[in-house]
């Protein structure tokens, strides 16, 4: 358990222009191989049949899963490679959230899923990722302080 990294990516996360510009209402919270991210659903988010677009539901299932993965790498910055998601049912409003866990993990390919679910408790989506760790340090230039 490592409480200052979880809080350092946490920042990191939240002080990303997508974050502060068009996803302003996500929360995160990270510990050990595991990230829970929230968001308020804005109509800003919807498609033409008023229902959250799919990027939305691919950001908040990748980032989880991605920060469930960079919990546990300390010194880098960890990279998706692929990540493939399930659309079950349609959003409309509320607060949704994306849990992600590790799954699979070796010296440098890590596999996570992550799980979406409305205010209700009701799984919407989920997804399953690989990642792998970067050449790119964690530090103060990309945030992580």
């Given at each position: 358990?490592?409480?200052?990294?979880?809080?350092?990516?946490?920042?990191?996360?939240?002080?990303?222009?997508?974050?502060?510009?068009?996803?302003?209402?996500?929360?995160?919270?990270?510990?050990?191989?595991?990230?829970?991210?929230?968001?308020?659903?804005?109509?800003?988010?919807?498609h033409a049949l008023g229902a959250i677009h799919g990027s939305v539901y691919?950001?908040?299932?990748?980032?989880?899963?991605?920060?469930?993965?960079?919990?546990?790498?300390?010194?880098?910055?960890v990279l998706t490679t692929s990540f493939t998601i399930n659309i079950v049912?349609?959003?409309?409003?509320?607060?949704?959230?994306?849990?992600?866990?590790?799954?699979?993990?070796?010296?440098?390919?890590?596999?996570?899923?992550?799980?979406?679910?409305?205010?209700?408790?009701?799984?919407?989506?989920?997804?399953?990722?690989?990642?792998?760790?970067?050449k790119i340090e964690l530090s103060q230039k990309i945030g992580y302080k």
């Amino acid at each position: 358990m490592d409480p200052e990294h979880y809080s350092k990516l946490e920042r990191m996360y939240l002080q990303a222009s997508i974050n502060t510009k068009l996803y302003d209402t996500t929360t995160v919270k990270i510990s050990e191989g595991l990230a829970q991210i929230e968001l308020e659903i804005s109509e800003k988010y919807f498609h033409a049949l008023g229902a959250i677009h799919g990027s939305v539901y691919f950001k908040l299932l990748d980032d989880a899963a991605f920060f469930a993965v960079n919990s546990v790498i300390k010194d880098a910055f960890v990279l998706t490679t692929s990540f493939t998601i399930n659309i079950v049912r349609p959003v409309h409003k509320g607060i949704i959230t994306a849990i992600g866990k590790i799954k699979f993990r070796s010296r440098n390919h890590f596999v996570a899923e992550s799980v979406l679910y409305n205010e209700d408790g009701k799984e919407v989506a989920f997804g399953t990722g690989n990642f792998t760790k970067s050449k790119i340090e964690l530090s103060q230039k990309i945030g992580y302080k």
